[in-house]
C-alpha cells in the first residue's frame, strides 16, 4: 500500500506540471520532503555507485559507438513497432521507432543539428530549449558525465520505486525543467526518473521506470523501459545491443 | 544506459485519433457474453475511465457518480451482449458529447468488407431526405441511370421514410445538433442499402420529375486499397480524388484522415505547384489522425501554423504545423459540410483563423475532440475523448461546427443540373482577384 500511495502521490503533483506551456518552477516535477532521520549520500556517491553497478567508468568509456533494438507498444491505443537506436562517442544520435500503421518516426542529432522527421508531419528542425534538452540526452556516455551534463545533483530523500528503496536525486540544468532521478539504495542502478519532455507543442511529463537490468559487453542496462504519462504508457523492451558498431555519418542527418 | 525519453514525445504529439463517425465498424451483433463477471469489469473500466481520464473533471455537469447508480442495475438488467453494450452507449451519451462510444468486435481478418458492399451512391440529407450526392464511377448504381439529385425513396420495398422513423424519433430524444442528425440519418440510409456483397437490393428512387425509377442492384464489394490497422482503431477504406479544374485549380479529394493519404495530398500539392490555387474538399470527412491536419497545414504555409489547442485534465497541448520545403503559397479553399468532423474542423478552422484559407459551403459537425481506442473485455473497443479542441481564437468547436467564410447549401435542383454549388463557390473564390 505504501508503495502505491508513494507512486500515486507523485504521479499526482507531476499532472499539474505536464502540458504546461513553457518551463518555469511549476513545470519542474516535486520530490518528498526530506526526511530528518534518513542519512543522505552524496550525490557523487551515488552516480559513482551508480557507474560501477553498470559496468563502470573504463567499460563505458571503452566504446564508440552503440547499436541498440527492440520493440515498442503504447496503451491504451494498442499500438506497436519497432525501435532502433544508433549513437556515437561524438554525441551523435539516431531513433527510428516504425509504429505499424504509420510508419517511420526519425530523431536525430548530428552534432550540431536535432532534428525530428515522421510521415505525419514532415520534417522539423529543433531549436532552443528543445535543442538543449537533445544535446544533453545525445551525451554517448551521459552516466559518467553527469557531473558535466547537469549543472547539480543533489541527494534530496530515499523512496519507494516498486519494492525498492531509492536516493531520489534532483539533477538540475540551466534554463530547463529538473530531472529527478532514483537510484537503487542496494545495487545503485537506476530505477526510475522524471523529466518534462520539451516540444513546441508544450511541455509532457514523463515518469520512466528501468526494468530487467542485463549485462552485454561489460555494462548493465535496462532491457525493459517503461515511460508513462498521465494518458499514455510506453514499454519498450530492448532485444538486443552491440557496441562499437560502425555508423557512418550520413546516420545522424536530416532526411530531405 | 537508457533509451532516449523522447519516444514519448515523438509518439505522443501526433498519435491524436480523431473520429467522430464509426464509418469503419460493424454493427453486427455478437454471441451475449457468458460470463456477468466479464460484463462487471466491462462496466467498471468504462465508468472508472470517464471518472478518471474525463477531460473535464466536472463532466459538464454531469452527476456521474449518480449515472453510474442510474446504469449499473440497467447493465446487470441486460438480456443479451448487446443489450449491454447499449446501456453503455447510453450512459456515455449522458455526456452529451462527441468521440464516446462502444463498438462491437471487428469482423474476423478477411472479412472485414463483407458487410459493407455498396451499390455505389453517397447520400446527402436535403430537404429531410436523402439525395443522391454521388455516384461512382463503374459502380451498379452508375449503369442503373441513377444520377445526383436523385431521392431515395424505397429500399426492397418499404419507403425509406418508415425505416428510418424509429432513428429520427430517437434522435429527437436526444440532445444532438442539426448537423449530426443529418450525418446520423445519411449514414444509416446508406448502411441499409449495403449489406454483403452481391446480394440484391431493389431500390426506388425520384427522378428530376419525381417519378418513381425502380431498379434491382447487386451490392458490390469495395477492393480498394485500405489503411492499416492502428493499434485499437481499425483499417479503414483509403479513397482519393485530385484533379486539375480547367480553370487552373487543384482539386483534392479525400474520405479520411489515415495515414497513406499522407503521400497522396502531399504529392497531389506539390504536382499543383503552378496552379492558382488548390480547393481541399472535406465534405463528409469524419476525421482521422489528428496530426495529420498539421502535416497538410506545414504544406501551405511558410511559417510555423497553429491550428488550436487541446486541453486534458492535466494541462494542454498546442497542435502545430511546421512548414516544409517550398510549400504552396497561393489561396486555398476548405469546403465543409455537415458531415465534416474533428481533424477536418481542425484543418478548416486552422485554415480560416490564420487567413490562410477561405472556408466555403456548411456549418461543420462540430464533434472534435482528442480520443483513443481502447479494449474492453467483452472484446468490444471503447472510444473516449481524453481532451477537448479550442481553435487558434480560443473557440471550443465541439458542437458549434465551424462557420463558413461563405454560406453555400446544396440544392437538389442544381444537383440533378449537374452542378455542385459549393465547388463551383470555391472556383469563383479562387478566380477572384
Known sequence: ??????????????????????????????????????????????????????????????????????TIELSPMGIKGTVESFSRSDNRSLTKVSLDGIGDILDGYDGTTAWTSNPVQGNRVKAGTELEQSKRQSSFAREVNMDKIYT?????????????????????????????????TESGLMLRSDGIVLAPEGQQ??????????????????????????????????????????????KFVQPK | MKMKQTFSRLLLTFLFVHIAFAVGFSQAPVPAA??????????????????????????????????????????????????????????????????????????????????????????????????????????????????????????????????????QESLAKRQVTEMMRRVYLERTAEAVIGGKPDAKVALEFLDGEDKPVAVELSRVKYTGEMSQALGNFPKQRVIFESRLLPENIGYIRFNMWVIPQAAKIRAAIREYAS????????????????????????????????????????????????????????????????GSASTSEMFAVGMQENQRGKVIGETSAGAILLSVFDPLPTGYTFQYAISDYKSPKNILIEGRGVKPDREVVLTRESLLAGRDLQLDAAVTEIRKN
Open chain 1, 1 to 70: 500500500m505504501k508503495r502505491i500511495l508513494g507512486s500515486t502521490f507523485i504521479l499526482g503533483l507531476l499532472v499539474a506540471a505536464a502540458f504546461a506551456q513553457k518551463p518555469d518552477s511549476s513545470a519542474t516535477p516535486v520530490v518528498k520532503p526530506v526526511s530528518n532521520t534518513v542519512k543522505l549520500p552524496s550525490s557523487k556517491d551515488v552516480v559513482d555507485k551508480y557507474v560501477k553497478a553498470i559496468g563502470g567508468r573504463d567499460a563505458l568509456l571503452k566504446h564508440k559507438s552503440r547499436y541498440q533494438t527492440g
Open chain 1, 152 to 184: 547539480s545533483l543533489t541527494v534530496k530523500n530515499v523512496e519507494k520505486v516498486g519494492d525498492r528503496d531509492a536516493y531520489v536525486v534532483v539533477a538540475s540544468t540551466t534554463g530547463l525543467p529538473d530531472d529527478i532521478l532514483y537510484f537503487d
Open chain 1, 205 to 250: 511529463a514523463t515518469t520512466t521506470f528501468y526494468e530487467d537490468y542485463r549485462e552485454v559487453d561489460g555494462i548493465k542496462s535496462a532491457h525493459k523501459i517503461r515511460a508513462k504519462t498521465p494518458a499514455f504508457e510506453i514499454t519498450t523492451i530492448v532485444s538486443e545491443i552491440k557496441y562499437d558498431v560502425a555508423i557512418e555519418d550520413s
Open chain 2, 275 to 338: 496552379a492558382d490555387g488548390i480547393i481541399i474538399d472535406l465534405r463528409g470527412n469524419p476525421g482521422g489522425v489528428g496530426g495529420m491536419a498539421g502535416g497538410v497545414a506545414g504544406l501551405l504555409s511558410d511559417k510555423q501554423i497553429s491550428l488550436g489547442t487541446m486541453a486534458s485534465r492535466s494541462g494542454s497541448m498546442a497542435l502545430l504545423g511546421y512548414p516544409q520545403p517550398e510549400p504552396f503559397m497561393k489561396k486555398i479553399v476548405v469546403l465543409t459540410d455537415h
Open chain 2, 34 to 167: 457468458e460470463f456477468p463477471k466479464v460484463r462487471q469489469e466491462t462496466f467498471d473500466k468504462v465508468w472508472n475511465t470517464i471518472n478518471e481520464k474525463h477531460y473535464d473533471p466536472t463532466f459538464g455537469g454531469v452527476d456521474w457518480i449518480y449515472i453510474r447508480e442510474l446504469y449499473l442495475p440497467k447493465a446487470k438488467a441486460a438480456k443479451s451482449d448487446q443489450d449491454f453494450h447499449n446501456v453503455l452507449r447510453q450512459m456515455l451519451g449522458e455526456l452529451k458529447l462527441s468521440h464516446f462510444n462502444i463498438f462491437p468486435p471487428p469482423p474476423a481478418i478477411g472479412t472485414e468488407n463483407d458487410a459493407n458492399a455498396s451499390v455505389g451512391v453517397e447520400l446527402k440529407w436535403i430537404g429531410d431526405h436523402p439525395i443522391v450526392f454521388r455516384v461512382d464511377a463503374g459502380s451498379p448504381a452508375a449503369g442503373a441511370g441513377i444520377k445526383p439529385g436523385y431521392v431515395l425513396n424505397k429500399v426492397d420495398g418499404k419507403l425509406i421514410s418508415e425505416t428510418l422513423k424509429p432513428i
